[in-house]
């Protein structure tokens, strides 16, 4: 049986086949068109074809895509959003959608109410809830908005006033509506928890047009009985179903693959990759096989959020950046050519001069003609070469933890431009195979879970707190479409409350497991 990873990144869409024993089949690159589908679905028809593999042998199907970040840059698609804040008196000064970029605001129609509700840091009461206030706002947001957002004030110490809530929800708006709980999704911090529920309520309508346009672009290749899954943004799994209650999930996935694409190609766990498209590059590390997530909050779309992310960098660096020579100096992107490279660099007949031209006049890569750049002089390509050399260190510079040489995996379709030897690098590792990596790793990933809750030690044992925790990180990771038998806990992060006085602690536990 063999498995179809998908990844959709700005300039190409990638497709791989790989067999049971996880070792690569055959993949192709495709241009990633305007619309997203048509690309999947090209990328998909073409790894078929040139593979020859039968459709019915095919068992799983992933793809991890962009349309969910997509939607929230380009502000559409978006459902209409009603937020629910427990937290009333004591909130109330700053509301829900502070500081959110105003045709933001617009697109999901600002529909909030500050109900009675919420918890203190200790677990205690902040104020009792309404029954008949909550009924009544729900009663009046009948057939006004498509999704609903529940954020409680330290729910992610205490969330039975959410759930209740909820409850309530689809009793009076139906079934039909989704619903999403901040305690499900965010991490400590009322508001970027709460920015954070938003979003995900909001990707609702994209979310079920993503997968049911995958669904639909398997069926047209004959491909009727697969298991189906998203990629998430730590580097693993959700089934559909999954990835519909918890779209946020998917924003940044594509750098993700891409690591553990990159982890599986040079076999090693520990190291800092570097993925060159065409007009970015985007540096991640891989620890342990899996990506590192960042510690801060992160912006998406200009609205802060606190749900996990990689921790990535990016740069403005790519196969396609223009090189321009401007008095004494070469600058190199940050605009590109994109996707349109095989027209307008240098090599392929056009009339821009991109890295991907440097590399082929300093014999470094051979690809397209490279006779149509014999007339770049010399001098100007290792002047663009030296400032690739420096903008590549700076960026993994900016990614290290300690002083010493750290080894580096190149991955994407435009790594050929980035120097094989480079300060503060021990060794660089670069595959044949490196420029689909990120399909890659999106077919051999695992099913995550993940729980993050405040424990009180005090009251519960750390003993305890850690079981209730695994407990429930391993509850997701079924839910997400995880072999119960094969789950295994991977890493355990605690965090002291300060100035708590009684030893309150912040702990996520994250495990993995095998797809069904």
């Known amino acids: 049986m063999y498995r179809i990873g998908i990844d959709v990144g700005g300039t190409n869409t990638d497709a791989v086949i790989i067999n049971e024993n996880l070792e690569l089949v055959h993949g192709v690159k495709v241009p990633t068109s305007g619309d997203i589908q048509t690309g999947i679905e090209s990328a998909l028809h073409k790894v078929m074809a040139e593979s020859q593999i039968e459709a019915g042998s095919i068992s799983h199907a992933m793809l991890g895509t962009t349309q969910c970040t997509n939607a929230i840059v380009e502000r559409k698609k978006l459902s209409k959003v009603g937020v629910i804040r427990l937290g009333y008196p004591a909130t109330a000064s700053v509301k829900p959608f502070t500081a959110w970029p105003e045709d933001m605001i617009e697109c999901l129609g600002e529909k909030f109410e500050l109900l009675h509700g919420g918890y203190e840091y200790d677990g205690q009461i902040l104020s009792e809830m309404d029954e008949d206030e909550v009924k009544t706002v729900l009663a009046n947001w009948q057939g006004k908005i498509e999704s609903l957002a529940i954020v409680g004030v330290f729910s992610s110490l205490k969330n039975d006033q959410e759930l209740l809530v909820e409850k309530w929800a689809k009793e009076i708006l139906g079934e039909s509506i989704p619903i999403s709980c901040s305690s499900q999704i965010g991490s400590v911090g009322l508001l970027e928890r709460e920015n954070a529920t938003i979003l995900n309520a909001a990707l ?19 491909i009727n009985d697969a298991e189906i899954y998203l990629c998430q943004n730590d580097g693993t799994l959700m089934s559909i179903e999954y990835a519909k209650r918890f779209p946020i999930l998917t924003i940044a996935c594509g750098p993700t693959n891409s690591i553990r694409g990159a982890s599986y190609l040079a076999r090693i766990t520990n190291a800092i990759v570097l993925d060159v498209g065409g007009t970015t590059s985007d540096l991640g590390v891989l620890a342990d096989g899996f990506p590192r997530e960042s510690s801060i909050a992160v912006d998406v779309g200009g609205i802060r959020t606190n749900f996990r992310m990689p921790d990535i960098v990016s740069i403005g660096l790519g196969g396609g950046s223009i090189v321009r020579e401007v008095g004494d100096q070469v600058t190199v992107g940050p605009d590109s050519v994109g996707y349109k ?22 014999g470094l890569a051979d690809i397209g003609d490279k006779t149509l750049v014999e007339d770049v002089p010399l001098e100007l390509a290792e002047k663009a070469y030296a400032t690739i050399k420096q903008m590549t260190e700076e960026a993994i510079d900016k990614m290290k933890t300690s002083s010493g040489d750290v080894d580096l995996i190149l991955v994407g379709g435009g790594a050929i431009i980035i120097p094989q030897e480079l300060a503060g690098v021990a060794n660089v590792y670069h595959n044949p195979h490196g420029g689909v990596a990120n399909a890659i790793g999106a077919s051999i990933a695992q099913i995550s879970g993940q729980y993050e809750q405040i424990y009180i030690y005090s009251k519960l044992s750390r003993e305890d707190s850690m079981n209730d925790a695994k407990e429930k990180a391993a509850h997701q990771a079924k839910l997400a479409g995880a072999i119960e038998e094969t789950i295994e806990l991977v890493e355990v992060e605690e965090t002291p409350l300060a100035y708590h006085p009684e030893n309150a602690t912040r702990l996520r ?3 993995v497991g095998k797809m069904e």
């Open 204 to 222: 609702d309508k994209v979310m079920a047009l993503t997968s049911s346009g995958f669904e639909r672009a398997l069926k047209s290749e004959g």
């Open 341 to 362: 490279i095989t027209e307008e660099a240098r090599v392929f007949g056009g009339k821009q001069l991109t890295t991907t031209d440097i590399a082929v006049r300093l």
């Open 509 to 511: 536990v994250k495990v």
